[in-house]
Antibody, heavy 123, light 107 residues
Framework: EEQLLESGGGLVQPGGSLRLSCAAS????????MYWVRQAPGKGLEWVSS???????????YYADSVKGRFTISRDNSKNTLYLQMNSLRAEDTAVYYC?????????????WGQGTMVSVSS | DIQMTQSPSSLSASVGDRVTIACRAS??????LNWYQQRPGKAPKLLIY???TLQSGVPSRFSGSGSGTDFTLTISSLQPEDFAIYYC?????????FGLGTRVEMK
């Protein structure tokens, strides 16, 4: 069974840092683009960041304007793990953070999602 | 960036009703349009990809249509488990934007 499991969320002060992890199992992790999506309390889904598979473009990264320059997405295919390094955190970064797998033959739709990890930014 | 606009933002319906949700892209996205369902406290679930293709395991009462800029999600006969929030998403560009969602509530 294909699964994603996020960890690393918690309470952090404004200006602080946090690193989220997403452990993948049940599929060839290195062959798929991976994504982070967040959802602020009571709000909708916001795409945060993407990293391509190692084939072709070799782990190219993309970011939403709201996190560019502060967040860094990366992957360790040997550990089947996706990461999101979050620096200079702001109150507006408070959200549940989901990782998701994109499938090229589904026109990059996100077919598998983790259960989410909560990040709270507050003093 | 491509903006995705969903309408309505919420609707009230009864079990057995036919429900239609619209999604409009700010520029043409061909058929790079996906629909997700999110139940309270749960992760989103892929329902439809490529505008009209049902994801494996999704009931056939769900259907999608459209191309270019205008898309619709239809639930032919609403079931109790369908009361949820529905999101459209474009994957035409590298910035994978979502619509703001449509809440389907019980009348």
């Amino acid at each position: 069974e294909e699964q994603l499991l996020e960890s690393g969320g918690g309470l952090v002060q404004p200006g602080g840092s946090l690193r989220l992890s997403c452990a993948a199992s049940g599929f060839m992790f290195g062959s798929y683009a991976m994504y982070w999506v967040r959802q602020a309390p009571g709000k909708g889904l916001e795409w945060v960041s993407s990293i391509t598979s190692n084939g072709g473009s070799g782990g190219t990264t993309y970011y939403a304007d709201s996190v560019k320059g502060r967040f860094t997405i990366s992957r360790d295919n040997s550990k089947n793990t996706l990461y999101l390094q979050m620096n200079s955190l702001r109150a507006e970064d408070t959200a549940v953070y989901y990782c998701a797998k994109g499938v090229p033959w589904l026109l990059d739709a996100f077919d598998i999602w983790g259960q989410g990890t909560m990040v709270s930014v507050s003093s | 960036d491509i903006q995705m606009t969903q309408s309505p933002s919420s609707l009230s319906a009864s079990v057995g009703d036919r429900v239609t949700i619209a999604c409009r892209a700010s520029q043409s996205i061909s058929n790079y349009l996906n629909w997700y369902q999110q139940r309270p406290g749960k992760a989103p679930k892929l329902l439809i990809y490529a505008a009209s293709t049902l994801q494996s395991g999704v009931p056939s009462r769900f259907s999608g249509s459209g191309s270019g800029t205008d898309f619709t999600l239809t639930i032919s006969s609403l079931q109790p488990e369908d009361f949820a929030i529905y999101y459209c998403q474009q994957t035409y560009t590298t910035l994978r934007t979502f619509g703001l969602g449509t809440r389907v509530e019980m009348k």
